[in-house]
């Protein structure tokens, strides 16, 4: 399969959220994450379920899962209306370059005894503030049993995260790399207090940095993928 990890997801969304409405976001998920997991078994995603974005059910178990964007440009976010209308371009460069593949990623969207999934508890818990490198550092956490503001939301799917094994089993497969250093710790765009206080951003220069950090990571990201669709080819020939 080709994957352009120029393609904006809007393009095709029809109006309404990629991460529901994007046929071509949706085949890129199902092909790039159906793979072999650390164990050595297939992790094969279905599109044919039905009322379901991608499905896998084997002797790993049953898994819903659905796409969610992990990069954000707070473009539509009132309470920073403040400083986005202020450098509105750079604001929408982001969105653009948030809107291409490397700026997605799976997790699992079948709600357990009616509480959050994990992409609506990173997007209202407030200390999270729908930053990806915010959660990822409690989905580290969760590796390693310590507690995070997401630890009761991430602890619902942990059989969803027990099929990577381990932190970098989970980073690894889904291609997280850039956004971790060579020993897996989380290489965050902001300085980071521990979750002490919430992820506000201060002034113009903290949107600023915040983007930088983001932008090279969906890069980075993006290359990393077509790194890898590139050995997949070379392991046909």
């Given at each position: 399969m080709k994957i352009d990890t120029s393609f904006n997801m809007y393009s095709d969304?029809?109006?309404?959220?990629?991460?529901?409405?994007?046929?071509?976001?949706?085949?890129?998920?199902?092909?790039?994450?159906?793979?072999?997991?650390?164990?050595g078994k297939k992790f094969h995603l279905s599109s044919s379920t039905p009322n379901?974005?991608?499905?896998?059910?084997?002797?790993?178990?049953?898994?819903?899962?659905?796409?969610?964007?992990?990069?954000?440009?707070?473009?539509?976010?009132?309470?920073?209306?403040?400083?986005?209308?202020?450098?509105?371009?750079?604001?929408?460069?982001?969105?653009?370059?948030?809107?291409?593949?490397?700026?997605?990623?799976?997790?699992?969207?079948?709600?357990?005894?009616?509480?959050?999934?994990?992409?609506?508890?990173?997007?209202?818990?407030?200390?999270?503030?729908?930053?990806?490198?915010?959660?990822?550092?409690?989905?580290?956490?969760?590796?390693?049993?310590?507690?995070?503001?997401?630890?009761?939301?991430?602890?619902?799917?942990?059989?969803?995260f027990n099929l990577f094994e381990s932190f970098e089993g989970y980073v690894d497969y889904f291609l997280l790399n850039d956004l971790v250093d060579r020993n897996y710790k989380v290489k965050f765009y902001l300085p980071f207090d521990q979750f002490q206080t919430k992820p506000e951003f201060k002034s113009i220069e903290d949107y600023r940095e915040y983007k930088k950090g983001v932008i090279e990571f969906i890069n980075l990201r993006n290359k990393r993928i077509e790194k890898y669709l590139r050995s997949l080819n070379s392991s046909k020939r």
């Open positions: 969304a029809g109006g309404g959220d990629p991460d529901s409405t994007s046929p071509t976001l949706k085949s890129y998920h199902q092909f790039l994450w159906s793979k072999e997991l650390p164990n379901s974005y991608l499905h896998h059910k084997s002797e790993l178990g049953e898994f819903f899962l659905g796409s969610d964007a992990i990069t954000h440009s707070y473009k539509n976010h009132e309470r920073k209306k403040w400083l986005t209308e202020q450098i509105s371009d750079e604001v929408q460069e982001l969105f653009d370059i948030g809107s291409t593949i490397g700026a997605y990623t799976l997790f699992p969207n079948k709600r357990v005894n009616k509480k959050h999934t994990i992409n609506q508890a990173r997007g209202v818990k407030s200390i999270i503030d729908d930053r990806f490198d915010l959660t990822l550092e409690c989905i580290q956490r969760f590796y390693k049993n310590d507690s995070s503001p997401l630890q009761d939301t991430i602890l619902r799917y942990n059989e969803f």
